[in-house]
Each structure stands twice: as structure tokens, then as C-alpha cells.
């Protein structure tokens, strides 16, 4: 079952036959889920009312796994895109590089630097969660996941994905370009 509180799961879970000290937590979760579903649409309205519109939310709206609550935080940490040069200059802002320590000739990578907003990493990491059962980005996911195992291969892929994710992104706000699955729209001469 994909969705577990969509009309399917919601099917599933009422035909099981569950001992009562979970049968009550089983049944009051879908109402939590719908409140909290709810609680969203009104937060995402009050957005719009208020005029948070920004030229980029459109844009990032159309990339696997961004709704409107997350485009308006991604587009709000990191506000003109042309002060980035490159796509890993974007990637290494929202601090989800890792360290990297060198000299001479040794060369080891640590923990995530976490140098950067707060807030567009948690965005771009809730991002990839969700860009993660695209059909452009699940094999790699899952491959990754695979090769790394189960103890840091999910987190370590979504990792990943969100770095992607940030070089989409900026692509598509250096170009005014909404997201295509495709790839990119020129193709590179040999």
C-alpha cells in the first residue's frame, strides 16, 4: 500500500482486526492525518492572502516533490539566484556538502558542513523525501539506498537527492525554466 491514510489504506486498516489497545490509535490516526491535511490547506491559503507571492514558487511548484509551502520556503532562503555562479555554489550554500579536509595528499570527506539556512535544508531534505518515488529519481534512490545499506543508505541518498534537487533548482530559476523530467533542454556537443 503506497498511501496508508488514502482511500485504499483507509479500506485496509478498517478491515483488520486489531486487539483494542491499538484499535483506538488505529482509529483516531486517519482524523489526525485529515486535521493536519486540513491545518496545511489553511496555512497555504493564509500564504496567499497575505501576498506571498514569490516570482520563483510558480517555478519551483513544477519540481518533483515542492508543493507551495516548501516552494515559498525554498525561494524565500535563497533569495536572488544570481548571486550563485554555479549550481555548486547553490548546493554548497544550503550546507548539504561534506566537510572536506585536505593536505597533501590525503584526502577525507566528514559529516555534512551544515553551513547555511536552517530552513532550505530541511525544505530541499523534505523535498527529496517526496521527489524520491518520481520515476527520474527512484532508481538512483534506490540505488543508492541498496550500496549503502539500512542503517545510513536512506538517509544518505536523500541527501544526495536534495543536492540534485538544489542543481535543478537552479537551472531552472537561472533559466525561467519550469522542471522537465527530460533533462536539459540543450543538448551537449562532443
Known amino acids: 500500500m503506497s498511501d496508508l491514510f488514502g482511500t485504499g ?9 486489531i486487539p483494542e489497545p491499538w484499535a483506538t490509535t488505529l482509529g483516531r490516526s486517519p482524523e489526525l492525518v485529515d486535521d493536519l491535511d486540513r491545518r496545511i490547506r489553511e496555512c497555504e491559503a493564509e500564504l496567499r492572502a497575505l501576498g506571498a507571492d514569490h516570482p520563483y514558487v510558480p517555478l519551483l511548484v513544477t519540481v518533483p516533490g515542492i508543493g507551495a ?4 520556503t525554498i525561494a524565500c532562503e535563497i533569495g536572488d539566484i544570481g548571486r550563485f555562479p554555479s ?3 547553490l548546493a554548497g550554500y544550503t550546507g548539504l556538502c561534506p566537510r572536506v579536509y585536505q593536505s597533501g595528499e590525503t584526502d577525507r570527506r566528514g559529516s555534512l558542513t551544515k553551513a547555511g539556512p536552517k530552513y532550505l535544508r530541511w525544505a ?8 524520491s518515488n518520481h520515476e527520474r529519481y527512484a532508481a538512483r534512490y534506490q540505488r543508492t539506498k541498496r550500496r549503502l545499506g539500512k542503517q545510513r543508505g536512506g538517509r544518505i541518498a536523500r541527501v544526495e537527492l536534495a543536492r540534485e534537487l538544489a542543481s535543478v533548482i537552479w537551472h531552472m530559476l ?10 536539459p533542454s540543450i543538448g551537449l556537443v562532443a
Not at 489504506?9 to 482486526?17: C, I, V
Not at 530541499?124 to 521527489?131: G, V
Not at 537561472?174 to 533533462?183: D, K, N
Request: glycine share 12%; charged share 20%.
Open 9 to 17: 489504506g483507509r479500506g485496509l486498516l478498517a478491515s483488520l482486526d
Open 174 to 183: 537561472t533559466r525561467q525554466e519550469p522542471f522537465r523530467a527530460a533533462g
Open 124 to 131: 530541499l531534505i523534505e523535498a527529496a523525501m517526496h521527489a
Open 87 to 89: 549550481p555548486k555554489h
Open 69 to 72: 509551502t516548501l516552494g515559498y
